[in-house]
C-alpha cells in the first residue's frame, strides 16, 4: 500500500514538474523527493517520471497513476474533514430564527456561508 507521503509526492512532482517546487510546496528536501519517487519506481517496476537536467515530464504510467489517486485522495480529505466536524458538533441540524427584515437578510447570508462551509450541518 503507498503512504500518504509517497502519494503526496507524486501528485505534486505531476503537477508542478519541478522537484525543488515539488519539495518546497510539500516542506521536503529535494533529496527526499527523490528518494521517494526512485522508491516508488522500484516498487511500481516502471519509471513515473522522465528527467533530465532541464526537465521532467510523467510518463504514461505515472500521469495514469496520478489521475486515478487524484479523485481517491479529495475523497480521503472529505471523509477526514466530515468526521473532524462531526467531531466538532459541526454536524446535524441548527436552528434558527430572526426577528425583523433587516435581520433577515443578514441571517440568510450567513446561513448560506455557514451551509457551504459545513455541509454535514443542516440548517432550519
Do not use: N, W
Request: proline letters at 2%; charged letters at 30%.
Amino acid at each position: 500500500m503507498l503512504e500518504r507521503t509517497d502519494i503526496e509526492v507524486l501528485l505534486t512532482l505531476d503537477e508542478e514538474l519541478h522537484f525543488g517546487r515539488t519539495a518546497e510546496r510539500l516542506r521536503l528536501s529535494t533529496g527526499q523527493v527523490s528518494r521517494i519517487v526512485k522508491r516508488l519506481e522500484r516498487r511500481i517496476g516502471a519509471p513515473l517520471f522522465t528527467r533530465t537536467s532541464r526537465t521532467v515530464a510523467a510518463t504514461p504510467i505515472g500521469a495514469r497513476l496520478a489521475t486515478e489517486l487524484r479523485p481517491l485522495v479529495a475523497q480521503m480529505d472529505a471523509a477526514e474533514r466530515r468526521a473532524v466536524e462531526a467531531g466538532r458538533g459541526l454536524a446535524g441540524e441548527l436552528h434558527v430564527g430572526f426577528v425583523g427584515a433587516a435581520a433577515g437578510q443578514a441571517l440568510l447570508s450567513a446561513v448560506d456561508r455557514f451551509s457551504g462551509r459545513y455541509r454535514d450541518c443542516r440548517v432550519h
